[in-house]
């Protein structure tokens, strides 16, 4: 029978992972960089040397990048993310006071629905700069699904927050997002902590 991972050791390898993530600065690493960096997490040690009792050479890279560094950047996405609230994104970005309604979970985890005292409606969508699009898509789907957000033919406001703890932006780059985005009256706000 083969041997499997007991939770604790998976924990411990996440842990290595995290923490030599961290000191590499993985989210700002090129390409070249992210390869060079898988290599040595393949010859850790602490965290390759471990897996290779339990699977193959090329399992062990798969298992370290979706494993490990996929639930590390999303980590760090969700972190930057939780630097604002909902409310504090409707704040910044209307000048408006808003209470949430609706906060979505599973495949629209991230969107929230928020009204104001004057009865203004808005949707709130968190994503990262990289696919900011997917962000707007999940607005888009919420507010298509649910008919009722859409109060005497006015449709919700919509704003994003986006994470930029894997890219950090220029100016240049936030202005054309947001400039795109306001094309269609689309708000956008950057996260990072």
């Keep these: 029978m083969a041997k499997t991972l007991t939770n604790a050791q998976q924990k411990t390898i996440k842990e290595a992972i995290y923490k030599r993530a961290d000191e590499f600065g993985y989210l700002t690493a090129g390409r070249a960089e992210s390869g060079r960096f898988m290599d040595e997490l393949v010859d850790d040690p602490e965290i390759g040397g471990v897996l290779k009792e339990y699977m193959s050479k090329e399992r062990i890279r798969t298992y370290i990048k979706d494993g490990g560094l ?87 406001r919509i704003c994003l927050q986006l994470s930029e703890a894997r890219q950090e932006l220029t100016d240049a780059d936030k202005k054309h997002i947001r400039t795109a985005l306001g094309a269609i009256g689309v708000k956008a706000t950057f996260c990072r902590k």
């Design 70 to 156: 996929n639930a590390y950047v999303k980590a760090k996405n969700k972190m930057a993310l939780s630097a604002a609230t909902p409310e504090d994104t409707v704040q910044k970005l209307f000048n408006c006071d808003a209470t949430i309604i609706q906060k979505c979970r599973g495949k629209n985890d991230g969107v929230y629905v928020l009204r104001s005292q004057d009865g203004i409606i808005f949707v709130v969508s968190s994503g990262t700069t990289l696919k900011w699009e997917t962000a707007l898509r999940k607005a888009l789907e919420l507010i298509s699904r649910e008919p009722g957000l859409t109060v005497g033919g006015i449709t919700p």
